[in-house]
């Protein structure tokens, strides 16, 4: 064990000598006209946990339907959010039957409507801006990509 210790340590500080890393050596003068801006943020919504309905673990993909209502998909949430940043409901109903999800991979758009694509059962689900659930489908295939819907199409990478 401390042969292996020793000879991966060895390794390291080679490494390090044989490929330094470049210094950087800022002008004095920025080379920008305009240096030394300062963009000032400004508070337009904010959106606090409500531990009883729902609370943030890992938010990512927000996005902003047509009718200004704010959608964030987190873990086993599918979280819908009026214009003004007020909790109007989690569309995610963990399952695998009709408007069920395991798993919410990318979603869309489309008027009035939801798309959800729905990771581990590769299913396609359909909302109406009330989170009312239309219809769905499987898709026969293993797509983990869901990228746009446009023009009545769905288009996943191909691999």
């Known amino acids: 064990m401390k042969k292996t210790v020793s000879i991966f340590s060895f390794l390291f500080i080679f490494a390090m000598i044989i490929h ?13 006209k ?3 801006r300062v963009v000032k943020l400004k508070e337009m919504m904010k959106i606090s946990e ?3 309905r729902f609370y943030f673990k890992y938010p990512r993909n927000l996005r902003v339907a ?19 940043g007020g909790f109007a409901q989690n ?9 069920e999800m395991q798993a919410v991979g990318n979603y ?20 109406d801006s009330k989170g009312k659930f239309i219809h769905e489908f499987k ?3 293993n797509l983990s990509l869901f990228l746009l819907f446009w023009n009545d199409t769905y288009y996943f990478p191909e691999f």
């Open 50 to 52: 409500a531990g009883d």
């Open 139 to 141: 898709i026969n295939a």
């Open 20 to 32: 330094p890393q470049t210094i950087i050596e800022n002008p004095e003068k920025p080379l920008s």
């Open 66 to 84: 047509p009718d200004g209502c704010i959608f964030i998909k987190d873990v086993e949430q599918f979280l819908q959010f009026d214009p003004d």
């Open 34 to 36: 305009n240096f030394g």
């Open 108 to 127: 869309f758009f489309n008027g009035d409507k939801i798309i959800v694509h729905e990771l581990m059962t590769d299913k396609i689900i359909w909302f």
């Open 91 to 99: 569309l995610f109903k963990k399952g695998q039957g009709p408007g």
